[in-house]
């Protein structure tokens, strides 16, 4: 599986198989979500693909109630915001993904630091969609 060549659309295939994978640079070991096919760092193309656990703890975030168009047609409006965030993941990189699972019409109760997982829907990323991960609180958080 991972001798797919560093790609948006082999990440967004991970994606739907439920599997958030990054990219780590063979010579200085930095890691990127989404994958990126040369280092930013230190200007190598050795990249290599590596599996993240899919945990990882909230950063930022935002609602959406005005969304683009693939949002609107799953059903995301003005009641149905969205949530958009940036998670820093346990392996250190950070990631924009949705999280469901929260109460969008109240994000006051979305607490920045809370323990989220990875909770991939096969579902959720159509054709017209770019690949986004999808968090949800976890189950196990003690906050
Ligand atoms: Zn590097």
Avoid at 111 to 132: E, F, K, Y
Wanted: with cysteine; glycine share 8%.
């Amino acid at each position: 599986m991972t001798d797919h060549a560093i790609s948006d659309s082999a990440f967004a295939a991970f994606l739907k198989q439920g599997q958030l994978q990054g990219s780590r640079c063979a010579a200085c070991d930095a890691v990127f979500v989404p994958p990126r096919g040369m280092c930013p760092q230190c200007h190598k193309a050795d990249m290599q693909w590596t599996p993240m656990s899919g945990t990882g703890r909230l950063l930022a975030f935002t609602c959406i109630a005005i969304g683009p168009p693939w949002m609107a047609a799953r059903g995301y409006d003005r009641e149905h915001p969205y949530c958009s965030a940036v998670i820093e993941l346990d392996e250190g990189p950070r990631v924009v993904a949705r999280i469901e699972g929260v109460d969008t019409n109240r994000p006051e109760n979305i607490r920045i630091g809370m323990q989220l997982v990875l909770h991939q829907d096969a579902n959720a990323a159509g054709d017209d969609a770019p690949a986004c991960p999808i968090f949800t609180p976890s189950l196990y958080s003690a906050d």
